[in-house]
C-alpha cells in the first residue's frame, strides 16, 4: 500500500547562504508559505535574503545586518531587530513603516496577522499593530517556570483571546529535549504553565458536535490533549503520542483544515497524523533525517513546510488519492475514512458512501442515511433517485416523514440544490409560508432554478424574481422587470449577463399589461448606447399601432425620427400614414414644425387628401389633376395659405400652376378677394399682365383696379404703371395717381406728362413728374401760358426751392415781368442756390437783375456764401464801382472765381485775387503770361512753398533764370525774414542748383550781412560745395569759423574729401576721429601709428591696435593693445591669436585681460596653457580662483585629443562622464569603469561598457552592463552589442548574473529568455516555468514561434491567458503535446470550435484518450455535434463510457446521445441495457427504433419493439408484432394499455378461434383478466359460447355481474336518499377533507437552523384513517377493483383451475 505521505524539498538553503553554520533558527525565519527569510555574508557584508520556497528564483536580497527577521506572510515587508531597536521596513515602496526601541531585550519575533506583531522579550510578550501612532503593548507577562527555554513558537486563537508561548531546551542532566507551554487567557488575564513541547489553537468540529469548537490542541508528555474553549461543558480528548524511539520528543505541530487533520512532527523527522474528530491516529510517516526546527501550515496543499538542520526546505503533503484507500484498507475504520472523505470531498470514495446510505436506508435510519447523503463528497448522492426513495419511504409513526428528515438535515448543513429546493418550497407554500422560505433565501440555502422561480411566481413575483436573477434565467428576468414596470432594469441586466433577450415580445407585453409604460420601455431599447438600438424601431412602432397606443407612439417616434436622415424615409412614410389615419390634428402639427422631409411624399399626399388635410396635400402633391382637384376647396384652407401656395408653387416648381389654379379659382365669383390676394402674392412670380388677362377672362374686371392699386408701386412694368394711371385717371382717383407717381420709378415721364397735360387735371401730379425727371422747364411755361402764377409761386415755395434758378431762367426765356421775377425770389429767398442763380442770369447776360436781390441777402441775411459775394465782385468790376476796395477787404468771394473774371479785364486786379486766394498756378501763370517776374520772385519768397519752388526752379521752365535773377537781386536782398531767406535756399538746394545756391551764400554770406554769421548757412556753403566738388572747400574751412566741423567732416567722408574730413578733425582736436579716417578711408597704418605716438593717448593706440588686428598684424596688435592697456576687445583678439597660433603672445594679453572677470578670457587662457602644454600652469590656475568655463575646455581638448589636459580638467570639476570617456581614450579601462561609477550615467556606463567588449575586458564590461540592464530602455541596445559581436555567452552571463540583484525588471528575463532561445534553447523551459511573471509574454511568444520552440511557446501561451492559442499549438505540433496539461488548458479556452477540432486530432493521433478528453469538456461542448462528429468518423463506440456519462447527468435530455448509446446496445445486442436506457432515457426517435427493431434477428429486441410501440400508442402494431412472435402476454398487456374495445375484441377471438386449441383456454383467460376493463360483456359471452369456452369465461361473468348490481343499488339509493341526505352528505365531505391545524410544530429531528416550522401535513408520520402520505400531504385511499369474492391484484392471475400459470 502506497503511503500517503509526500515529502518534496522545495529548497535546498545551503545553496542560498554563504556558510551552512549560518542556517538556525534564530538566523531563519518561516512566516508563511511564501514567506522565509536567511541571513547570509558576500564579502564582509551581511546580507538578509527573502525567498518564496515555492518558486525559489522569486527572492530579494536586502543588505543589512540583524539580529532578529521577522518576514510579513503577505507583503514584502521585513520586521528587523537590531540591538534594542525595532524596524518594520516595506521594500515595494521603499519606506520604513514603523521604528522603536524595546527597553527589554527581544527574544523572538512573529506575526500573529497581516497587521499585529508579536514581540516576546526576557520578561513579556508585546502585540504591536502596523498603525502610525501605536506603539507595542504588554499582553502579559512570562511565568518564572519559563526561564531559561529559548522560546521556539508563539500562537493565538482566531479571536486573539487565548495566547500559547512555546519553549524549549536541553536537560543538562538527561541531554534531552524538553518542552515548557504557557498558556494566557486574554479575557479572564490568567496564565498557565504546562510541560508540553508544542501546541495550538484550530477551529474544528468534534465528533458528535453539529458546528465547530475552538480548541487547544497540545502535546503534553508524549500525550495529544484536545481541549474544548470557551463552552459551558468543554468536551476533551486524549491520545497517545506514538513514536518509534524512546527518546523521541514532540517538537513542532500543524493542522490540515482540509483533511481535519492534526501534524504533530518529532525531533527525529517522524510526522504523526491525527484526526480532530475523535483523535484517531491516521498515518506516521518518516519525514525528514534531521531536525526540523521550523514549521508552518500549508494552505495551498493542506500540508506542512517545514525546514530541517540540513538546510532543507521541506513540502510534507497528504495524498487524497491514497488517503481513504489507506485507512479502508490498512486500518480498516471505514467510519473514519468516510468522516475525512467527506470533510475534504474526495473523489473516487462514492462506493464507500453508497454502501453507508444502502445500509442505513434498509435499517430504516433515515436521519443516518440522510447524514450519510449530506457529506458525501461533491454531493455525489443528493440525486434525484435520491430524493424519490425519501419520498417513497414508508414513514415511522411518531417520526417526521423521511422526506422531511432529509431536507431538514440538508437544511442545517448548508444549501439545498436546485431538486431539493423544489422539493421542499412547493408544500412550504402551498400552506402559506412565504415568511419561511424568505427566511431560508436570505441565509442562502435555497439553490435557485428557473423551475423553482415558475412555481414561486404564482405565489409571489420579487420572490420568483430573486430565483430567476440567481439562476440567471435572463428571459424570466426580463419578463418580471417589464412586469414591475422596471425597464432600465430590463436593459442594465440584460447588458450585463450578455444576453440577447427578444426585446419585440417584451414590448408587446409591455403594451398588454402596462400600455402606459409602453413608450419608456420603447425608448430604451431604441436609446441604447453606444452599442445602438436594441428593437427593430419599425416593428415596435407596428405593435404600438396595434394596441391603439398613438400617444405613446408620437412620444417615441418623434426622438427616433428626429436627425430626419434619408435611411428613416419608410419609417416617416409609416410613422405619418399612421397618425393621419388615428390622429390627423398631430400630423398636421407634425406637418407645421416641418420635422419630417424624407417620407414618400405622394403616398403621404393622398393620405393627406383622405384625412381631409387638403392644405398638407397641396404641399406634397407634384400632379397638377391632383393640385387642382385640392385647391377648389378653399372653405377648408385659410387664404394666407392659398396665396402663400400658389406663390410658391409658381416660383418653386411652374408658373403654369399658379396660373392654372388662378383660372380654377375664377370659376367661382365668392373668391374674388382671393383671387385679388393671390395676384398680389404672385406679382414677381407671375405676369402680372397673364394674371390681368386671367381676371379679366374670369369676369373679375374690378378685381384688376384693386390688384393694381396694390402693387403698383413695386410693379417693375412701365406699361402696367401707365395703365394703373390710365385706370386711376378715368375713375377720378388723383390721389392713387400722386401717389404712383411720386413713390414708382416705372413708366415712361414724357407719356404721363403728356397724358397729364392732356387730361387738364388739378397740376400737382404734374408737379411731381417734372419735378422729377427734369420736365420743370415745360412745367413753367404750361403753368405760365395757361396763367396758373400761383401754381409757379406753389411750385418754387412747396415742392421744390432748389429749382428757382431753372424757373427764373425760363421765366427770363418768356420774358416775364422783371417785378414777378423778383417778388418769385423774395419768397424764397436763401433758399434759393445763388450759384445756380447766377449762372441762369450770367449765361442770359441778365446778371445785373440779380444785384438788388444780393445785396438784400449780404444786408439783410447776413449772408457769406461766396457765390453770392462772389457775384456782387463781378458787378462791381463790371460796373467799376469801387472794385479794387472791395476786392482788398471782402473776405468771402471766391479769390479764383474773381481772379479768372478779372484776367482779361485788369491783370493787376487778378494779382490782388490771387495772391489774396494764395492760387499758386493761376499766379504763375498769369505773372509769366504778363512777365511779371518780379511779383512772381516776391510771391514765391512770401509763399515758401517747396512744391511752387520746385516747380518755378524746374530747368523746364523757360523763365527759370528770370526768376532766379528776380530772386537774387531784389526779392531775396530785401528780405528780413530767416525762415524766408532759409526756405529760399533750401529750395535751390532741393533743386540741384549748387552754383546758383553757392552765387547765392556768397552774396550772404562773404558780403557783410545780416545773415553772414549764420551757423546753418556757413554748414550749407560748405555742405553745397562739397557736393559740387569745389576746390575752394578747404579755403572755406580756413576762413569760416562757425559751422559744425563734425558733422561737416562726417559728410566730406560721405562724398570722399577725406583729406579735407582729417583736417576738420584735426582742426577740432578730434583725435580719434581723425585716426579713423587714416584707418579707414585713407588706410594709411604708419600715418595713424605716427599720430598715436604724436598725441599717445590709449584711445588712440586701441584704435590703431584694432586697425593692425584687422589687418592681420597680430603680434604688434598684441604689443598696442597692451600700451592702450585695453582688453575689451578679447573676442577679436583671442579669434585672430588662435587662428595665427599664437598662443605665446595671448597668454599674456590674456593675463592682462583678466581684470574684466570674464568667463571666456579665463577659458581661454585654459585653453592656451593647453596649447602650449603648460600643465603645470594649467592645475596651478585652476587650483585658484577663476571664472573658466573648464567643462567647456575639457570638451575642447578631448575633441583636439589633447587627453591629459582633458583628464585634469575632467578630474578637477568632476566630470566624471567625461573623465571615463577620456580614460578610454587612454586606454586606462579600470579607472574608466571607477569614473563611471562615480557619474552613474547610463551613456557613461554604455560607453565604458562597449569600449571594455571592444578591448575584450569582459570582467570590466559585466561591471558595467549590471548597471545598464536595470535600465529597460537600454537593455536591448547593449544585447545587440554583444551578439553583433559574437560574445552570445558573455551577455547571457551577464544578464543571469543581474538577476541577482535588486532592481530587476521584466526587460531583462525577457532579453534573457529570448537569449536562450536563440542560443541555449535547453534553458528555455525552466527559465519560462520560473520567470513566466516577469516575461513580457507576447514578446517571448513571437521569438519561440520563429524558433519552432512549440512546448515553450504553449507554456507561455498558457501563462498568458491565451488558452485558445496554447489548444491550437499543441494540436498542429505533436512535440507539444502533453495530455494532461491539455485537458489543463482545453478546460479554459473561449473558441468552441476548438473543442471539436480537438476531439478531430484525438481520433487520429490518440483514440485511447478521447474519453478521458470529452470528460473535462462535457460542460461547454455541444454532445449533439460531437455525437454527429463521431458518428461521421464511425468511431462513436470510443466515447461509450463518455455517451453513458452524458445521458446520466445532463438534464433535459439530448436525444442524439440517447440514440448513440441506443445504438451502441443494439449493436452490442444488450437488450437489458437497452430497455433500461430507453425506460430512463426516453427522449429519443422511439418509433424509428422500433422499426429497427422490429426486424432484429433477436426475439428480445422484437418484444423490445413490441413494448415501445405500446409505449407510443400504436396499440395495434404492437399486438400483431406480437402475435407473429407468439408472445401472446405482450399482445395481452398493448390491447389493455390501449383502452381500445375493437382491438381487445379482436384479441379475444384470436385467442378463441385462431391459436393451437392447447393455448386457447389458457390465453383466453388470460385475456379476459388482462383486458377485463375494456371487453363488453356481451362479445365474452358471444366469443365463449361459439369457441365452447363458458366454464373459463365464468369468473369474468361473476364479478362483472357484481359491479352491474352494485352500481345499479347505489344509483337507487343515491336518487331516492337525495334530498334528505345532503345536510349529511356536507357533514361527511366536510369529514372526508384532512384536518388542517394551524399550529406550526417543530420538526423532529431539526435544530433551529434548519427548518424551524412546517405544515401540519408534512409533520404527521402516521396518516389518517383512510388516506396515504403524498409530497402534499395526506389523499384518500384509492379502492381497488373488485373481481367477486376473491379479490385479485391486478395482473396477478389467481391460482385456481380456470387460471393457469
Known amino acids: 500500500m502506497e503511503d500517503p505521505v509526500k515529502t518534496k524539498t522545495l529548497l535546498d538553503l545551503k545553496t542560498v547562504v554563504s556558510d551552512p553554520s549560518l542556517i538556525s533558527f534564530t538566523t531563519t525565519s518561516l512566516q508563511s508559505e511564501t514567506a522565509l527569510t536567511c541571513q547570509t555574508l558576500i564579502g564582509a557584508d551581511k546580507y538578509v535574503i527573502r525567498l518564496n520556497p515555492r518558486n525559489p528564483t522569486q527572492r530579494d536580497q536586502h543588505k543589512m545586518g540583524a539580529d532578529l527577521v521577522a518576514p510579513h506572510p503577505k507583503s514584502n515587508i521585513l520586521a528587523l531587530k537590531g540591538g534594542a531597536s525595532i524596524q518594520v521596513y516595506n521594500f515595494d515602496i521603499g519606506s520604513r513603516l514603523k521604528s522603536f526601541k524595546m527597553t527589554e531585550n527581544v527574544v523572538y519575533m512573529k506575526w500573529l496577522d497581516i497587521s499585529t506583531l508579536a514581540l516576546v522579550t526576557t520578561n513579556g510578550v508585546y502585540h504591536c499593530t502596523m498603525d502610525a501612532e501605536s506603539i507595542p503593548e504588554l499582553v502579559f507577562q512570562r511565568l518564572p517556570q519559563l526561564e531559561g527555554y529559548n522560546i521556539i513558537n508563539y500562537r493565538a486563537d482566531a479571536n486573539k483571546n487565548w495566547l500559547m508561548l512555546q519553549g524549549s531546551m536541553v536537560d543538562p542532566a538527561t541531554q534531552r529535549l524538553v518542552g515548557a507551554i504557557q498558556v494566557y487567557n486574554v479575557s479572564k488575564k490568567k496564565s498557565q504553565f504546562l510541560p508540553g513541547h508544542a501546541g495550538m489553537f484550530i477551529q474544528g468540529q468534534l465528533m458528535g458536535k453539529q458546528v465547530q469548537s475552538n480548541l487547544m490542541v ?118 473514519l475514512a468516510v468522516r475525512i472523505a467527506s470533510r475534504a470531498n474526495l473523489t473516487g470514495t462514492e462506493e464507500l458512501f453508497t454502501e453507508q446510505f444502502e445500509a442505513a436506508f434498509a435499517a430504516q435510519n433515515y436521519q443516518e442515511a440522510a447524514r450519510v447523503v449530506a457529506s458525501s463528497p461533491g454531493g455525489a448522492l443528493r440525486t434525484a433517485q435520491t430524493i424519490q426513495r425519501f419520498k417513497a419511504a414508508a414513514p415511522i409513526p411518531g417520526q417526521a416523514l423521511p422526506i422531511m428528515q432529509y431536507l431538514a438535515l440538508l437544511l442545517d448543513k448548508g444549501k439545498l440544490n436546485e431538486r431539493e429546493s423544489l422539493e421542499l418550497l412547493i408544500p412550504v407554500m402551498q400552506q402559506g409560508h412565504k415568511e419561511m422560505v424568505q427566511k431560508w433565501m436570505q441565509e442562502g440555502k435555497i439553490s435557485a432554478s428557473e423551475e423553482l422561480g415558475n412555481f414561486l411566481r404564482q405565489y409571489d413575483i420579487q420572490l420568483a424574481l430573486i430565483i430567476y436573477l440567481q439562476s440567471k434565467s435572463h428571459e424570466k428576468v426580463a419578463q418580471i422587470y417589464c412586469e414591475l414596470g422596471e425597464y432600465e432594469n430590463v436593459i442594465k441586466y440584460c447588458k450585463s449577463n450578455n444576453y440577447k433577450a427578444p426585446y419585440t415580445e417584451l414590448l408587446r407585453g409591455v403594451c398588454q399589461i402596462n400600455p402606459a409604460g409602453s413608450e ?132 418653386q416648381r411652374d408658373v403654369a400652376i399658379g396660373t392654372a389654379c388662378l383660372k380654377q379659382l375664377t370659376k367661382n365669383k365668392a373668391n374674388l378677394p382671393l383671387c385679388v390676394e393671390v395676384c398680389k402674392k404672385c406679382t414677381g412670380v407671375i405676369d402680372p399682365k397673364e394674371m390681368i388677362t386671367i381676371l379679366e377672362q374670369g369676369g ?97 415755395t412747396g415742392f421744390n426751392a432748389k429749382a428757382t434758378p431753372v424757373v427764373v431762367g425760363t421765366l427770363l426765356d418768356v420774358e416775364a415781368n422783371e417785378e414777378f421775377i423778383n417778388s418769385l425770389l423774395g419768397l424764397v429767398k436763401n433758399e434759393c442756390p445763388i450759384d445756380q442763380l447766377v449762372e441762369e442770369c450770367e449765361r442770359r447776360n441778365r446778371l445785373r437783375i440779380l444785384q438788388p436781390f444780393l445785396e438784400a441777402r449780404v444786408s439783410e441775411d447776413g449772408n457769406t456764401d461766396p457765390a453770392c459775394h462772389s457775384a456782387l465782385a463781378k458787378i462791381y468790376v463790371e460796373t467799376n464801382t469801387n472794385a479794387d476796395q472791395f476786392l482788398t477787404d471782402n473776405q468771402f468771394y471766391d479769390s479764383l472765381v474773381v481772379g479768372k473774371f478779372c484776367e482779361k479785364r485788369d491783370p493787376r486786379r487778378a494779382v490782388i485775387c490771387y495772391r ?99 551757423r546753418n548757412l556757413q554748414n550749407l556753403l560748405l555742405i553745397t560745395a562739397i557736393k559740387a566738388g569745389s576746390n575752394r572747400v578747404k579755403d572755406y574751412i580756413q576762413r569760416l569759423d562757425n559751422y559744425d566741423g563734425i558733422e561737416v567732416a562726417k559728410f566730406a567722408l560721405s562724398s570722399g574729401l577725406n583729406e579735407e574730413a582729417f583736417e576738420m578733425y584735426k582742426k577740432f582736436d578730434h583725435h580719434k576721429e581723425a585716426i579713423g579716417v587714416l584707418l579707414d578711408q585713407i588706410d594709411d597704418v604708419e600715418r595713424a601709428y605716427d599720430y598715436a605716438v604724436a598725441v599717445n593717448t590709449k584711445e588712440c593706440w586701441s584704435l590703431v591696435a584694432k586697425g593692425q588686428l584687422d589687418r592681420g598684424m597680430v603680434e604688434k596688435s598684441i604689443d598696442s593693445y597692451l600700451r592702450a592697456e585695453d582688453p575689451n576687445n578679447y573676442h577679436e583678439v583671442i579669434s585672430a591669436a588662435r587662428d595665427s597660433n599664437l598662443y605665446g603672445a595671448l597668454v599674456k594679453y590674456l593675463k592682462m585681460a583678466r581684470v574684466l572677470k570674464e568667463q571666456l578670457i579665463d577659458s581661454e587662457l585654459v585653453y592656451a596653457y593647453a596649447k602650449i602644454d603648460a600643465l603645470a600652469e594649467i592645475e596651478e590656475f585652476i587650483s585658484q580662483s577663476n571664472q573658466a568655463d573648464l567643462d567647456g575646455i575639457g570638451e575642447r581638448c578631448f575633441d583636439e585629443q589633447m587627453y591629459n589636459a582633458a583628464r585634469i580638467l575632467f578630474n578637477h570639476i568632476g566630470n566624471y562622464a567625461r573623465l571615463a570617456s577620456t580614460l578610454v581614450c587612454l586606454g586606462q579601462y579600470q579607472g574608466a569603469v571607477d569614473a563611471a561609477r562615480k557619474a552613474q550615467s547610463i551613456r557613461t556606463w554604455k560607453e565604458v561598457c562597449f569600449a571594455c567588449v571592444d578591448a575584450h575586458q569582459f570582467r570590466l564590461a559585466q561591471m558595467c552592463g549590471v548597471n545598464i540592464v536595470v535600465q529597460a530602455d537600454e537593455l536591448e541596445e547593449l544585447v545587440q552589442y554583444y551578439t553583433d559581436r559574437g560574445r552570445f555567452e558573455e551577455v547571457i552571463s551577464l544578464l543571469e548574473y543581474a538577476m541577482r540583484l535588486e532592481r530587476t525588471h521584466m526587460g531583462m528575463f525577457t532579453e534573457l529568455g529570448i537569449l536562450y532561445s536563440r542560443f541555449k534553447p535547453e534553458k528555455l523551459m525552466e527559465h519560462i516555468k520560473l520567470f513566466h511573471s516577469k516575461i513580457n509574454i507576447a514578446k517571448m511568444l513571437t521569438v519561440c514561434e520563429q524558433n519552432l520552440q512549440w512546448s515553450e511557446l504553449c507554456v507561455l501561451y498558457c501563462h498568458y491567458d491565451e488558452y485558445d492559442s496554447a489548444a491550437t499549438k499543441m494540436m498542429e505540433h505533436i512535440d507539444a503535446w502533453n495530455h494532461a496539461q491539455f485537458k489543463d488548458i482545453i478546460q479554459k479556452v473561449t473558441n468552441m470550435e476548438i473543442f471539436y477540432r480537438a476531439i478531430d486530432v484525438y481520433l487520429k493521433q490518440h483514440p485511447t484518450l478521447l474519453c478521458d478528453l470529452l470528460s473535462v469538456m462535457a460542460p461547454r461542448i455541444d454532445n449533439t455535434r460531437v455525437v454527429s462528429q463521431l458518428r461521421r468518423s464511425g468511431m462513436i463506440a470510443l466515447i461509450k463510457p463518455y455517451l453513458l456519462f452524458v445521458q446520466s447527468s445532463t438534464k433535459p435530455e439530448i436525444p442524439e446521445v440517447n ?25 429519443f426517435d422511439q418509433l424509428g427504433l422500433s422499426r429497427r427493431l422490429e426486424a432484429h434477428p433477436l426475439l428480445r429486441m422484437r418484444r423490445l419493439a413490441t413494448w415501445l410501440y405500446t409505449k407510443n400508442k400504436r396499440f395495434a402494431h404492437a399486438v400483431e408484432l406480437a402475435k407473429k412472435d407468439q408472445m401472446y402476454q405482450d399482445a395481452m398487456v398493448a390491447t389493455a394499455e390501449s383502452g381500445d374495445k375493437d382491438v381487445a375484441e379482436e384479441l379475444l377471438r384470436f385467442f378463441a378461434m385462431e391459436i393451437e386449441e392447447k393455448d386457447r383456454a389458457s390465453c383466453f383467460a388470460a385475456c379476459l383478466y388482462t383486458c377485463y376493463e375494456i371487453l363488453p360483456p356481451d362479445v365474452v359471452m358471444e366469443v365463449a359460447w361459439i369457441a365452447n369456452l363458458r366454464d373459463y369465461a365464468m369468473p369474468y361473468f361473476v364479478n362483472s355481474t357484481k359491479e352491474y348490481v352494485n352500481k345499479v343499488n347505489n344509483l337507487s339509493a343515491e336518487l331516492t336518499a337525495m334530498k334528505e341526505q345532503k345536510a349529511k352528505e356536507a357533514e361527511e365531505e366536510a369529514a372526508a377533507k384532512p384536518m388542517e391545524n394551524e399550529v406550526i410544530t417543530p420538526m423532529m429531528g431539526m435544530s433551529t437552523s434548519g427548518i424551524t416550522s412546517m405544515p401540519p401535513q408534512m409533520m404527521m408520520a402516521t396518516p389518517p384513517p383512510g388516506y396515504v402520505p403524498t409530497p402534499g400531504g395526506y389523499v384518500p385511499t384509492p379502492s381497488p377493483p373488485y373481481y367477486g369474492q376473491n379479490a385479485m391484484q391486478p395482473g396477478i392471475p389467481p391460482a385456481s383451475p380456470f387460471y393457469p400459470h
Open 916 to 1014: 489774396r486766394g494764395k492760387c499758386d498756378q493761376e499766379m504763375i501763370q498769369l505773372t509769366n503770361n504778363n512777365s511779371l517776374f518780379k511779383e512772381q520772385a516776391k510771391y514765391l519768397v512770401e509763399r515758401r512753398d517747396k512744391d511752387l519752388w520746385a516747380q518755378v526752379l524746374n530747368e523746364e521752365n523757360p523763365n527759370r533764370r528770370a526768376v532766379i535773377d528776380q530772386v537774387t537781386s531784389s526779392a531775396l536782398p530785401a528780405c528780413k525774414n530767416p525762415n524766408e531767406v532759409s526756405d529760399t535756399v533750401k529750395a535751390f538746394v532741393s533743386a540741384n542748383l549748387p552754383n546758383e545756391l553757392i552765387e547765392l551764400l556768397e552774396v550772404i554770406m562773404l558780403r557783410k550781412s545780416d545773415f553772414s554769421s549764420n
Open 520 to 651: 419608456q420601455f420603447c425608448k430604451l431599447l431604441y436609446d441604447n448606447a453606444p452599442e445602438g438600438p436594441l428593437i427593430d424601431i419599425g416593428e415596435a412602432m407596428e405593435i404600438l399601432f396595434q394596441f391603439d397606443l398613438i400617444k405613446e407612439l408620437t412620444g417615441v417616434m418623434v426622438g427616433v425620427l428626429a436627425k430626419n436622415e434619408p435611411t428613416q424615409a419608410k419609417l416617416q412614410t409609416r410613422y405619418l400614414e399612421i397618425l393621419l389615419l388615428k390622429r390627423p390634428d398631430v400630423a398636421n402639427a407634425l406637418f407645421e414644425k416641418r420635422l419630417f422631409t424624407e417620407y414618400d411624399q405622394a403616398y403621404i399626399a393622398h393620405c393627406c387628401e383622405k384625412a381631409g388635410l387638403y392644405n398638407r396635400a397641396l404641399e406634397h402633391y407634384d400632379a397638377l389633376p391632383d393640385i387642382l382637384r385640392c385647391i377648389v376647396f378653399t372653405n377648408k384652407m385659410t387664404m394666407e395659405f392659398v396665396t402663400s401656395y400658389i406663390h410658391d408653387v409658381s416660383e
Open 1459 to 1483: 440514440e448513440a448509446v441506443n445504438d451502441l446496445y443494439l449493436e452490442e445486442e444488450d437488450v437489458d441495457s437497452l430497455r433500461a436506457s430507453i425506460e430512463n432515457y426516453p427522449t
Open 218 to 335: 497540545m502535546a503534553v508528555n508524549n500525550k495529544l490533549l484536545i481541549n474544548e474553549l470557551d463552552v459551558d461543558a468543554p468536551a476533551k480528548m486524549m491520545q497517545d503520542i506514538r513514536f518509534l524511539d524512546d527518546k523521541d520528543v514532540p517538537i513542532a505541530m500543524e493542522y490540515s483544515t482540509r483533511f481535519g487533520l492534526i501534524f504533530v512532527i518529532s525531533a527525529m523527522g517522524l510526522l504523526s497524523a491525527y484526526d480532530i474528530g475523535d483523535a484517531a491516529l491516521v498515518l506516521m510517516s518518516k519525514v525528514s533525517p534531521s531536525l526540523i526546527f521550523s514549521t508552518i501550515s500549508e494552505e495551498t496543499e493542506n500540508g506542512v513546510i517545514g525546514i530541517n538542520q540540513q538546510g532543507q526546505v521541506l513540502s510534507i503533503t497528504v495524498n487524497p488519492n491514497t488517503l481513504v484507500p489507506f485507512i479502508t484498507q490498512k486500518l480498516k475504520n471505514v467510519p
Open 700 to 796: 373679375m374686371v374690378e378685381a384688376v383696379y384693386l390688384y393694381l392699386q396694390g402693387v403698383a408701386a413695386t410693379i417693375e412694368d412701365k406699361e402696367l404703371v401707365f395703365r394703373f394711371i390710365q385706370s386711376a385717371v378715368k375713375t377720378g382717383q388723383i390721389k392713387d395717381v400722386e401717389r404712383v407717381v411720386r413713390e414708382s420709378k416705372w413708366y415712361d415721364p414724357k407719356e404721363v406728362k403728356d397724358l397729364l397735360k392732356e387730361s387738364k387735371i388739378e397740376p400737382t401730379a404734374l408737379m411731381i413728374v417734372c419735378d422729377r425727371y427734369g420736365y420743370v422747364d415745360e412745367l413753367v411755361k404750361y403753368l405760365y401760358h395757361n396763367n396758373l402764377h400761383k401754381a409757379i409761386e406753389r411750385y418754387v
